[in-house]
Nanobody, 119 residues
Framework: QVQLVESGGGLVQAGGSLRLSCKAP???????????KNWYRQAPGKERELVAS???????DYADSVKDRFTISRDNNKKTIYLQMNSLKPEDTGVYYC??????????WGQGTQVTVSS
């Protein structure tokens, strides 16, 4: 069973930075490479939204609200994806979920990690 393990959330002041990690220890490397890799977030009382995405050929896309502040990246050797979050704002508060979407459309989710940005 595919397992995605997230880490790196926490409490930070506005303007600060956090880096989230999402490791896929049991995923074979070719699958890790082939999947589209995404970070979603869900703020209290709101629907889950896509904030960053990376295709299997490393094309990236970001929600307008996080462009130029967040960066998605990957380390194939560690089978890990990252979300570097800079210049954090209180509206970035929420639970962040990593997601792998296979070429056949299967979705795999991390357990979620809480990010709280204080003003």
């Amino acid at each position: 069973q595919v397992q995605l393990v997230e880490s790196g959330g926490g409490l930070v002041q506005a303007g600060g930075s956090l880096r989230l990690s999402c490791k896929a220890p049991r995923m074979i490397l070719s699958t890790f490479w082939a999947n589209t890799k995404n970070w979603y977030r869900q703020a209290p009382g709101k629907e889950r939204e896509l904030v960053a995405s990376m295709s299997n050929d490393d094309n990236t896309d970001y929600a307008d609200s996080v462009k130029d502040r967040f960066t998605i990246s990957r380390d194939n050797n560690k089978k890990t994806i990252y979300l570097q979050m800079n210049s954090l704002k209180p509206e970035d508060t929420g639970v962040y979920y990593c997601n792998h979407r296979s070429p056949t459309g299967s979705d795999y989710w991390g357990q979620g990690t809480q990010v709280t940005v204080s003003s």
